[in-house]
T-cell receptor, first 111, second 112 residues
Framework: DAGVIQSPRHEVTEMGQEVTLRCKPI?????LFWYRQTMMRGLELLIY????????DSGMPEDRFSAKMPNASFSTLKIQPSEPRDSAVYFC?????????FGPGTRLTVL | GQQVMQIPQYQHVQEGEDFTTYCNSS?????IQWYKQRPGGHPVFLIQ?????EVKKQKRLTFQFGEAKKNSSLHITATQTTDVGTYFC????????????FGIGTKLQVIP
C-alpha cells in the first residue's frame, strides 16, 4: 500500500490567492483527518470525516477554510483567500481503527 | 475542551543516556496513543495504551499508562541518534472517539 498521499508537497503562493491541498487516504479507511502543524500551536485538528461525511469542523480557523470529501478516495482542503498566517505544514491522516496514518504533508508558504 | 499537557518540550541528551517524556490530562482517558515525528517527517504511530497501569515495551522504548488513566510516560533506554525526533502523546477528545488531541510534543536531540 502506498500510504496516505498528499499533493502538492510544497506550495508557495501570494497572499490573496486560492490554495487547494489534496489527499488520497489509504484504501479501506473510513476516517479522514486534516491537521495543521506550526511551531507555535503544534498539531491542530482542523476537520475530520467519517465515510465521506464531515463530522467535526470546529477546528477550522475561519470561513476562508473549507474541506470536501466527494468520495472515499479523495479529499481537498481549500483556503480562499490565503494569508501569510496560514503558512504551516498541513497533514492529512486516515484511519480504520484508532491508529492514524499520516501523509507526508504539504508545506504551505504564503508570502 | 480536552487538553493533554506534555513535558518537557525539549530535551538534549548524550547518546547512551536515558530519556523520558510525560503526558498529563485533567480528565480520565479511555486510551492514550504515542507518535514519533522525525525531523522533516510526519507523525508515525508507535503504540496505544488502554488499561489502567498498563506497561508496554518496544525494544528500548517503555510506555506506561497511569493507574488513574490521567497520565502516561515514554521512556527510552540508552538513546541512539536514530531516536532523534518529536514524541507526541494523543488522547481521545470528548467530541468523538476517533478525534484525538495531541500534546505539544517533546523534541529530543541526541548528541553523539
Amino acid at each position: 500500500d502506498a500510504g496516505v498521499i498528499q499533493s502538492p508537497r510544497h506550495e508557495v503562493t501570494e497572499m490573496g490567492q486560492e490554495v487547494t491541498l489534496r489527499c488520497k487516504p489509504i484504501s479501506g479507511h473510513d476516517y479522514l483527518f486534516w491537521y495543521r502543524q506550526t511551531m507555535m500551536r503544534g498539531l491542530e485538528l482542523l476537520i475530520y470525516f467519517n465515510n465521506n461525511v464531515p463530522i467535526d469542523d470546529s477546528g477550522m480557523p475561519e470561513d476562508r477554510f473549507s474541506a470536501k470529501m466527494p468520495n472515499a478516495s479523495f479529499s481537498t482542503l481549500k483556503i480562499q483567500p490565503s494569508e501569510p498566517r496560514d503558512s504551516a505544514v498541513y497533514f492529512c491522516a486516515s484511519s480504520f481503527g484508532s491508529e492514524q496514518f499520516f501523509g507526508p504533508g504539504t508545506r504551505l508558504t504564503v508570502l | 475542551g480536552q487538553q493533554v499537557m506534555q513535558i518537557p518540550q525539549y530535551q538534549h541528551v548524550q547518546e547512551g543516556e536515558d530519556f523520558t517524556t510525560y503526558c498529563n490530562s485533567s480528565t480520565t482517558l479511555s486510551n492514550i496513543q504515542w507518535y514519533k515525528q522525525r525531523p522533516g517527517g510526519h507523525p508515525v504511530f508507535l503504540i496505544q495504551l488502554v488499561k489502567s497501569g498498563e506497561v508496554k515495551k518496544q525494544k528500548r522504548l517503555t510506555f506506561q499508562f497511569g493507574e488513574a488513566k490521567k497520565n502516561s510516560s515514554l521512556h527510552i533506554t540508552a538513546t541512539q541518534t536514530t531516536d532523534v525526533g518529536t514524541y507526541f502523546c494523543a488522547g481521545p477528545n470528548s467530541g468523538g472517539y476517533q478525534k484525538v488531541t495531541f500534546g505539544i510534543g517533546t523534541k529530543l536531540q541526541v548528541i553523539p
